[in-house]
T-cell receptor, first 112, second 113 residues
Framework: QKEVEQDPGPLSVPEGAIVSLNCTYS??????FMWYRQYSRKGPELLMF????GNKEDGRFTAQVDKSSKYISLFIRDSQPSDSATYLC????????????FGKGTLLTVNP | EAGVVQSPRYKIIEKKQPVAFWCNPI?????LYWYLQNLGQGPELLIR????????DSQLPKDRFSAERLKGVDSTLKIQPAELGDSAVYLC???????????FGNGTRLTVT
């Protein structure tokens, strides 16, 4: 079992839809949780960063962390064609062993 | 602030040839990472630097890969000799330190023929 599992999709939705992206993990020591967006031939771009259970909102994006279930989600409201990209979840241990473990990424297409 | 800068963006070489990638992190970021991203996969850590010290190189194939970060700023990742399986995107990232988010460059796409 991989430390971080993410459904690779692809996921195709109409413009304006609510998108839900999810990851599960097995290492209960993970303390930091991130979502990155990666456009084709570009590097990953940080969307959300959190280190606690609960919800964090930033504009149309909401990140949700449930440490008891080892499950994180990213919700995109009112999705736009410009949201079409690969979304990567990433998780990190704390302290001196801080580094990120990534999911495989979910390819999202928002159709106008 | 300027982002992480990597060069070259693309590189095509024949197998058994050497290749080098360069990274300039965000100013003030002490931690620098090199990640490898294969097609359809998430990035995987190769090496992590705290200033000029390599603190985690457990995933770096040391028989052919080497890295350096002189003066704790820019970094170079080298492969010698390259193999067909090394074809991938090599990403550099930096952060302010432990427990801070990583910021990535646009990567170097390597093709080994």
């Amino acid at each position: 079992q991989k430390e971080v599992e993410q459904d690779p999709g692809p996921l195709s939705v109409p413009e304006g839809a609510i998108v839900s992206l999810n990851c599960t993990y097995s290492n209960s020591a993970f303390q930091y949780f991130m979502w990155y967006r990666q456009y084709s031939r570009k590097g990953p771009e940080l969307l959300m960063f959190t280190y606690s259970s609960g919800n964090k909102e930033d504009g149309r994006f909401t990140a949700q962390v449930d440490k008891s279930s080892k499950y994180i989600s990213l919700f995109i409201r009112d999705s736009q064609p410009s949201d079409s990209a690969t979304y990567l979840c990433a998780m990190g241990l704390g302290g001196s062993n801080y580094k990120l473990t990534f999911g495989k990424g979910t390819l999202l297409t928002v159709n106008p | 602030e300027a982002g992480v800068v990597q060069s070259p963006r693309y590189k095509i070489i024949e197998k058994k040839q050497p290749v080098a990638f360069w990274c300039n992190p965000i100013s003030g970021h002490n931690t620098l990472y090199w990640y490898l991203q294969n097609l359809g996969q998430g990035p995987e850590l190769l090496i992590r630097y705290e200033n000029e010290e390599a603190v985690d190189d457990s995933q770096l194939p040391k028989d052919r890969f080497s890295a350096e970060r002189l003066k704790g700023v820019d970094s170079t990742l080298k492969i010698q000799p390259a193999e067909l399986g090394d074809s991938a995107v090599y990403l550099c990232a930096s952060s302010r330190g432990q427990n801070s988010p990583l910021h990535f460059g646009n990567g170097t796409r390597l093709t080994v023929t």
